[in-house]
């Protein structure tokens, strides 16, 4: 799993192009633009959400999960829930934000397996709920190879 952190769009769109093998023409006719922008498109770091939609249906690959796995993991929830705008402000859909992909329980786990963090520092850092990575821990069969811990 790439770092999101250091989230690179054009690099990832590129590395998509590539496992599906796409024909270059294809793509071309099929965002109506020439080989020259997409090539800028693979070198930049951000793009148009209308752009990106049309990348994720002909990729059929959700590239704004990405955004969203950057959020669950980057953005403290605090800053949610201090937010002026509160459910009840709004007109817009509202999503709940800890719903965790296998791919980020992955993640998280090896990172503890591999000893690159420790439980503490994935509860801090992730602000993934202890409850909750004991839950995963379980589920994986790990708890017995982790101290408890103690905060």
Partial sequence: ???LKDIHMGSLIRQRVIECELDILRICNFLKC??????EMYVSSSLDC???LQWSKLLEYDFFRIYSQHLIFYAPQASFKNNTSTSANTALPQFRKNIYTKEMIDFIIDLIQTNRKTKIQVIREYKIPKTTLY???N???LSENFEKVNS
């Fill in 139 to 141: 589920k994986y069969n």
């Fill in 34 to 39: 020439d080989e020259k922008a997409i090539d």
């Fill in 1 to 3: 799993m790439q770092h």
């Fill in 135 to 137: 839950k995963w821990m």
């Fill in 50 to 52: 209308d752009l990106l």
